[in-house]
């Protein structure tokens, strides 16, 4: 009898062991699923942000132009620093509106896709307003600045930071706004996840390429100091190729505020979605179809960006004009 209820305990402590492996398998099933769906949301979240990450990396190397070359590593550490207490103040303030308001969500899109392209147009048309011998003198007026003993360089770097933090402010809650937009219909903890993996992954990606980035010169005047002739002619071309890069940083910056934000205003548009998938799936049957497939939606959604941000823009000067006048009243 005593051996018989033993036999059944130790029966029922190996049912109870499989179903505990059992439960851990699946258990186990589940989290490499969520892992896979984390790492899925993460991949699609930077793909359609990366179109700020250009004018990210552009307007924050044009941030630190000015600072003494030794200060610009230790300011550029200072701004990524603030970035982060942007983001920490962004992501909880994302996953409020996710539990509390979710349909919030693509109005927030529209604005942000909406300044976007205002930010873009604007870039654009000061180019245009703006003769280049202004540029000149401003960056004139920061050599000299630095020259200058009895300049408050402290204070100078404070600025500079702080206007560079209100930058990052504005472009990090596009991010994490464009993030969201992504896992809005997934659980909290996935939201939570993707959300922080990618506040964190841009921050430590876009200041390090931004310090590699103003660090450049220095680098190609350090080559060309060595007596190898091929670590000169690298360095040589360093310094010639640095101007175009940033040059080339802001242009694929700006293009890529009127595609990213087109895109989201052609979204959350049906009608204008509708189209531009129209025109999208004719292009396709057109000779080297999957080019044109990929190529006609997204110029038009720049064409969109270009004329919402045409729109935004003469919209904020009247209201700055209708100002002035009541001021001046």
Not at 14 to 24: P, R, S
């Amino acid at each position: 009898m005593a051996a018989g209820s033993l036999l059944a305990l130790l029966d029922d402590i190996a049912t109870i062991l499989d179903d505990v492996a059992l439960m851990t398998k699946v258990a186990a099933k589940k989290s490499a699923a969520m892992a896979d769906d984390v790492s899925v949301m993460t991949k699609v979240a930077a793909q359609k942000t990366a179109g700020v990450l250009g004018d990210d990396l552009a307007l924050n190397a044009q941030q630190v132009t000015g600072v003494r070359a030794e200060r610009e590593i230790p300011v550029v550490w200072a701004v990524a620093k603030g970035s982060l207490i942007n983001k920490v103040i962004l992501v909880p303030l994302a996953l409020l509106i996710s539990a509390f308001a979710p349909w919030a969500v693509t109005p927030l899109l529209m604005v942000g896709g909406a300044f976007l392209c205002f930010e873009g147009f604007e870039k654009v048309m000061h180019k245009v307003l703006h003769a280049a011998h202004e540029d000149a003198a401003e960056h004139e007026s920061h050599a000299k600045a630095n020259a200058n003993p009895a300049v408050d360089l402290v204070a100078f770097e404070k600025e500079k930071i702080k206007g560079a933090v209100r930058t990052d402010f504005v472009l990090s809650a596009e991010i994490i706004a464009i993030t969201l937009g992504t896992v809005a219909t997934a659980p909290f903890l996935q939201q939570l996840t993707v959300l922080a993996g990618i506040a964190v992954i841009m921050t430590v990606g876009v200041y390090g390429l931004v310090a590699g980035i103003v660090k450049l010169d220095d680098l190609g005047v350090w080559l060309r100091g060595k007596g190898s002739q091929a670590a000169q002619a690298m360095g040589a071309g360093i310094l010639r190729a640095a101007p175009w890069l940033m040059k080339g940083l802001s242009v694929a910056g700006t293009a890529a505020m009127f595609l990213v934000g087109g895109g989201i205003l052609v979204h959350g548009v049906p009608v204008l979605h509708h189209a531009v998938e129209g025109a999208g799936a004719e292009a396709a049957a057109w000779p080297a179809g999957p080019v044109w497939h990929v190529l006609v939606p997204n110029l038009l959604n720049a064409v969109v960006g270009v004329l919402a941000g045409a729109l935004v823009l003469a919209a904020v000067v009247l209201v700055q004009r209708l100002r002035g006048k009541a001021a001046a009243s």
